[in-house]
T-cell receptor, first 119, second 106 residues
Framework: NAGVTQTPKFQVLKTGQSMTLQCAQD?????MYWYRQDPGMGLRLIYY???????DKGEVPNGYNVSRLNKREFSLRLESAAPSQTSVYFC??????????????????FGAGSRLTVL | GIQVEQSPPDLILQEGANSTLRCNFS?????LQWFHQNPWGQLINLFY???GTKQNGRLSATTVATERYSLLYISSSQTTDSGVYFC????????FGQGTELSVKP
């Protein structure tokens, strides 16, 4: 049981290049998320997908697009990378949308992270 | 939007010591989670605790939702407890605090 798998683990881009970060989960979770982590700023939500077929903006969506390809996969695309997008990116999933309720189904499981450097 | 503040920002302990980490939030929440990020970057969920108290081994957490705070207790700390501890609350989105960086010295 792999949990949440992100690829690639490391990537170096030049300004203006595009790339896609892939995320897949094998836990049959309904909800998936993309976060970025920058020094001293904790984790900030980029986009999320509460259920298959839906996507919504998080705190810092500018410069990114997402695709919920199916229930297992949620990709994050940088169309024209900028140095400000240098960061560590984390994908996460949860059985139910982490928006609320008293159910433990909202617990997030994270992938190992993808370190992106934009020169 | 909801604000999440964690304290202290940094903490250095000797192995065997106890510690309390705090998470304050600015509005009522119905989803609060504690995470540990180890020195290799892996994020692991410790507790889902929108209210009440839970314990898991040497770790326990208490959330007093009416007073808008949560506490994470670490007893008899070990070097493997080192890393960054985050709380996350739901405020329209699942918002993370900036974390408490814990270093446990042997």
């Amino acid at each position: 049981n792999a949990g949440v798998t992100q690829t690639p683990k490391f990537q170096v881009l030049k300004t203006g290049q595009s790339m896609t970060l892939q995320c897949a989960q094998d836990m049959n979770h309904n909800s998936m998320y993309w976060y970025r982590q920058d020094p001293g700023m904790g984790l900030r939500l980029i986009y999320y997908s509460a259920s298959e077929g839906t996507t919504d903006k998080g705190e810092v969506p500018n410069g990114y697009n997402v695709s919920r390809l199916n229930k297992r996969e949620f990709s994050l695309r940088l169309e024209s990378a900028a140095p400000s997008q240098t960061s560590v990116y984390f994908c996460a999933s949860s059985e139910a949308y982490a928006g609320g309720g008293l159910s433990g189904a909202n617990v997030l499981t994270f992938g190992a992270g993808s370190r992106l450097t934009v020169l | 939007g909801i604000q999440v503040e964690q304290s202290p920002p940094d903490l250095i302990l000797q192995e065997g010591a106890n510690s309390t980490l705090r998470c304050n939030f600015s509005d009522s929440v119905n989803n609060l989670q504690w995470f540990h990020q180890n020195p290799w970057g892996q994020l692991i969920n410790l507790f889902y605790i929108p209210s009440g108290t839970k314990q898991n081994g040497r770790l326990s957490a208490t959330t007093v939702a009416t007073e808008r705070y949560s506490l994470l207790y670490i007893s008899s700390s070990q070097t493997t407890d080192s890393g960054v501890y985050f709380c996350a609350v739901y405020g329209g989105k699942l918002i993370f605090g900036q974390g408490t960086e814990l270093s446990v010295k042997p």
